[in-house]
Structure formats: C-alpha cells, structure tokens
C-alpha cells in the first residue's frame, strides 16, 4: 500500500534534516559559515569572534585602489548589515547590496575591494589570530 | 527511513493520542511565553514585522489549545515562523529552525488519525536524536573542547564565570575574563582538569544520547542524563527556550503519557518567566 502524501513529505523532510548539518560541517570548513546558526546545531561548538572589521577600497576610474573612511550613513548602514551576515554566513554573504549602496553613494566608483578581519582562537596554540577575507566587486 | 523510525518504539495506541496532546499543549506554552519575553523588553520600539508576528503568533498559539482547530494552528505558526526566519536571516538561533520543523510536521499530519500521530511522534523523537548527535559532532571537529578552549573563551562573561569559579583558580579566572579576543591574546586554556574533563563530557554525552534513546532499555535513563545534561546547560548558558523545547521532545520518549504531569509545571514556568520580564518577578537573565 502506497503512503499518504503527507506522510512521505514528513519522511523526506526527515532524511534532509538528517543530512543538512553534515553538508553545513562542510561549508563551516569550506566557506567560512557559523557553526552557530542554520539548523546544523553547532551552538557553542566553535567560539564566537568577539568583534568585527572592515576596510573598503574603492577605484573611481583612476585604475588605483584608495581607502573610503567616510562613508554615507547609507554605505554605514549597508556595511552594518553586510558585516552582521558576514559573521554567520562567512564567504556566503553577498557584497552585491553594500557595493550597489557604494555606488549610489558616488557614481565614479568603479571596482570594489573589501577586506573582512575577524579574530578566531586558534585550537592548536590557544591564541587568538586575525583571519582576513576578501571580496571584490566585480569578482 | 520508516524502519529507522520504528527502532523508537511505539507506545500503545490509546496513550499516544494524550502523549501527543500533552506535547503540543506545553510546545504552544513555550512558544506563546518566548514570543511575549521576547517583545516585553522591546516594547516601546517594536517594528512592524515584530508586531505582526506577535499578533497572529499568540492567536495561532491559543488555536493551538483546542483541539479542533489544531492543525490550522500549527499551519499558522510554521508561516509565522518562516517570516520570522526570513526577516531574522541569517540571526535567527536553531531552536527557531527546530519550531518550524515541529510547526512544519504536526500541521502536515492528521494527528486523529493512528498512523500520522505515530509518525507525529517519531518525527519529533527522531529531530531530538538529530540534535544531540549533531551538537556532539560538531563539537568534536572544530577541536576547542580537547583543551576545553571553548569554557576559557567563555569566561569573559559573568554567568559563565560564576558557574566555573569553583573548579577554576582565581587568579585564572580572572587572567581570562581580561582577555579581549584580539589577536595575539591567549593563551585561552584552563588548566583544571575537573573543567577540561567536563570539556569532553559534554561532546560524549551528546554523542551518547542518541543511540541510548534508541535502546528501549536504556531510553528511561537516556532521557535523565539528557534532561540533566539540558539543565547543567541553562545554569551555565541561559539558552532557556532551546532547553524547554528539547525537554518536552525528550518527553515524547517516557512511556505513556508520563509527559501530561508536566503541563501544570510548564504553565506555572511560563508564567514565572513572563511575570519575570514584566518585573513582577526578579529579574532573571535568560535567552
């Protein structure tokens, strides 16, 4: 006898719920994603960054790259929000809103560099290291 | 999948209707309680989204009382929750992903009807078993519980600290809570051995419970060290809603309906915890 449809659902539910976390371990290791969100329960497995930060480097057609430290409370508000995805979803979070906010904030940019640091401890020494990643727009 | 689920045992047909009665009615008390403590200190500022949430949240969660108009509720409450985790990505904690999965499972099955309720059941067991094995996993492989790193990350905060002090010097404590987590600080490590030994604990117990939960002659006492093990957690982290919710699906594996004598109790917590965050009751940290 055939299962009912609802039932089958909840079973490949099921099977998938069992299956995420394994491939959410993966992209911890592979793409910088937290342990701490996202259904993989990895809550208190890894220690979490204690801050956060950034530089943006913005090439306004000269063909060079120079630091923005005064950004449009639109680009802060953009950035805001960029780093607090960056922090759960690691190499995952798109740059695309913060570049486009960027831009609107002065037309003549062109490419776009950020460079992400976050502080992770170490296992193996105990200590804690500054982790760099970075982003270009376009990649 | 369904012979990995039958591995869980089965409860006889007349104790599984009040078993899973029981189980919803203290699943909508926490939920109801975690929205309102959640919105009590926000009061004055919550947004829109938030107050739609509240709104039709405590409405799904009342429906969720009666009996007839259940599954509508449930249905309710996973959309509730998808927006919530929509609005929230990616900040949402995992205990709002597990509400949706058991929103998700009793509004998808017909719970008057045999069959689905033992699914229903099964469902939320197997999710409990899940959570555990995960949780000790990936413990395990990111390597900060070998030196039990994690706790002397944790001791710049004042619960975690206060939970510790009688297992760790404090002279080292307090070299800990100076720690900022700026590069080249450190070296994060406790030389306790009684905490470095709870380090490892707390992975093996996870890892543990999930097979014992599966063996019907160690399921009783599965459920003790979990509960136990939940309980060491909410002294020491505060995560309370994840506990209350992974005790009552612990619930589900008592036999019977042991888990109807815990719905006065739950009630009288939830209570308690939203008499708390208006200030009637002292104030207590918890998440």
Redesign the interface.
């Known amino acids: 006898m055939q299962r ?1 449809i ?2 089958r ?3 490949i ?3 998938l ?2 299956l995420w ?1 394994a491939l959410h ?1 993966g992209l ?1 290791h592979a793409r910088g994603l937290s ?13 979490r ?3 956060f930060g950034m530089e943006v480097y913005v090439d306004r057609g000269t063909g060079s790259f120079e630091q923005m430290f005064a950004p449009t409370p639109d680009v802060r508000d953009a950035a805001t929000t960029f780093l ?2 960056q922090k ?2 690691g190499e995952l979070a798109s740059i695309a809103p913060l570049a486009r906010a960027l831009r609107a904030s002065d037309p003549s940019i062109g490419a776009i560099r950020l460079e992400v640091f976050r ?1 992770e ?1 170490d ?8 982790r760099t990643v970075r982003y270009s727009d376009p990649p | 999948m369904q012979r990995i689920l039958d591995r869980l045992g089965a409860d006889p047909e007349q104790e599984t209707a009040a078993k899973l009665d029981a189980f919803a009615k203290i699943l909508a008390l926490i939920v109801g309680t975690e929205l309102w403590t959640r919105a009590i200190p926000r009061w004055d500022t919550l947004d829109t989204q938030l107050i739609v949430t509240l709104a039709l949240g405590s409405i799904f969660v009342l429906l969720a009382w009666t009996s007839r108009l259940r599954r509508l509720a449930w249905a309710g409450l996973a959309v509730v929750y998808v927006s919530l985790l929509w609005y929230e990505f990616p900040n949402s904690g995992n205990h709002a992903y597990l509400q949706f999965y058991l929103f998700a499972f009793l509004a998808l099955l017909f719970t008057d009807e045999p069959d689905d309720r033992r699914l229903a059941i099964r469902a939320v067991q197997w999710m409990v078993c899940v959570v555990f094995a995960y949780s000790g996993i990936q413990k395990l492989v990111y390597g900060y519980y070998a030196d039990a790193q994690f706790f002397a990350w944790q001791m710049d905060r004042e619960h975690w600290r206060a939970a510790f002090a009688p297992f760790v010097g404090a002279d080292e404590l307090a070299r800990l809570a100076a720690l900022g987590g700026r590069p080249g600080d450190g070296p994060y490590t406790i030389s306790s051995p009684i905490v470095v030994a709870a380090s490892h604990v707390s992975y093996v117990v996870e890892f543990a419970v999930a097979p014992l939960l599966f063996a019907a002659r160690t399921r009783t006492i599965a459920v003790a060290i979990a509960i136990g093990f939940i309980a060491t957690v909410e002294v020491v982290a505060r995560e309370l809603f994840f506990g209350l919710l992974i005790v009552n699906c612990l619930l589900l594996f008592l036999p019977g309906a042991a888990n109807r004598r815990a719905v006065v109790p739950a009630a009288v917590v939830m209570v308690a915890l939203i008499l708390s965050r208006l200030g009637v009751l002292p104030e207590a940290l918890f998440h």
């Open positions: 009912p609802n039932q659902i909840v079973l539910a099921l099977m719920l069992t976390p371990i911890v342990p701490w969100k996202l259904s993989g329960w990895g809550m208190y497995a890894l220690p960054p204690k801050f607090e995805r759960w979803l502080p401890l296992n193996e020494t105990a200590m804690v290291t500054m």
